[in-house]
């Protein structure tokens, strides 16, 4: 069995379908794992989903799919976002369960670790993590409204870190502009962080992948969306194979 854990596809279904053909992946025998961001930006959203459902693939929350659920909740409207074919979808409902209504739907723990963007300084492993992934799954199976569910599990702190850090001191603290490049009195989270099980994590395009290179992170958001490549990273063999995009399918992270 292969396990391929994917960087962030954001929409790209065609190129999610060279890269599982890249490492000869065989659906019922091999497992795929996303580091989340599997929609939004590029043009076919539901199609990833129902592929990545389709070979019994597993995920983490990123950002946009945070971000999906607002919207479906009627907490966020849409404006230049592209998954306007998932909530036009009879299996919505179903989908937004899918996401979320999983044993691990922040952090996937083995002897390595998936999550979206990073981990607090102190964040210890397993305990924290189990504790956040339970924190979540209760939320969402409880029978408050899908609107204060939803608020609920965006709101939290620890949600926020582990989908959306970059940058952030020595007290897990994040600058007020998330997406300031190299922010005075800010390091990237991973400086802050004691060597440990192996890391795959995505979220940051336009970070310069040398700056990660250490023995412990598999850092695996190359930009496909935006005319990058889509890389995987093949687990039994820590081998990162990756695809070129097919097109620029939105400008430029900056």
Not at 63 to 83: I, K, S
């Amino acid at each position: 069995m292969k396990t391929l854990v994917v960087g962030d596809v954001q929409g790209c279904a065609d190129e999610l379908e060279d890269l599982l053909a890249a490492v000869g992946f065989s659906s019922g025998e091999d497992h795929l794992v996303s580091v989340g961001d599997l929609i939004n930006r590029g043009p076919k959203s539901l199609a990833v989903l129902q592929l990545v459902r389709r070979v019994g693939g597993d995920l983490v929350l990123g950002n946009h799919e945070l971000h999906l659920l607002e919207v479906a909740a009627g907490l966020r409207q849409p404006v230049h976002d592209t998954f306007g074919d998932v909530l036009a979808t009879p299996e919505l409902p179903e989908l937004l369960d899918w996401l979320v209504n999983r044993p691990e739907p922040l952090m996937l723990i083995r002897d390595w670790v998936v999550v979206h963007a990073g981990l607090p300084p102190r964040f210890v492993l397993p305990d924290e993590a189990r504790t956040a992934n339970e924190a979540v799954r209760a939320r969402w199976q409880s029978a408050e409204p899908l609107a204060q569910r939803v608020a609920a599990i965006v709101a939290d702190p620890t949600v926020r870190f582990l989908t959306r850090v970059r940058y952030c001191n020595a007290l897990g603290e994040t600058p007020p502009d998330e997406d300031e490049p190299d922010p005075a009195g800010y390091e990237p989270w991973f400086e802050y962080r004691q060597p440990g099980p192996r890391i795959a994590f995505g979220h940051w395009a336009r970070l310069n992948p040398m700056r990660a290179r250490r023995p412990d992170l598999r850092f695996l958001d190359t930009g496909c969306v935006y005319g990058g490549r889509l890389t995987g990273w093949l687990v039994e063999e820590d081998r990162l194979i990756s695809v070129p995009a097919r097109r620029a399918y939105w400008p430029p992270a900056v």
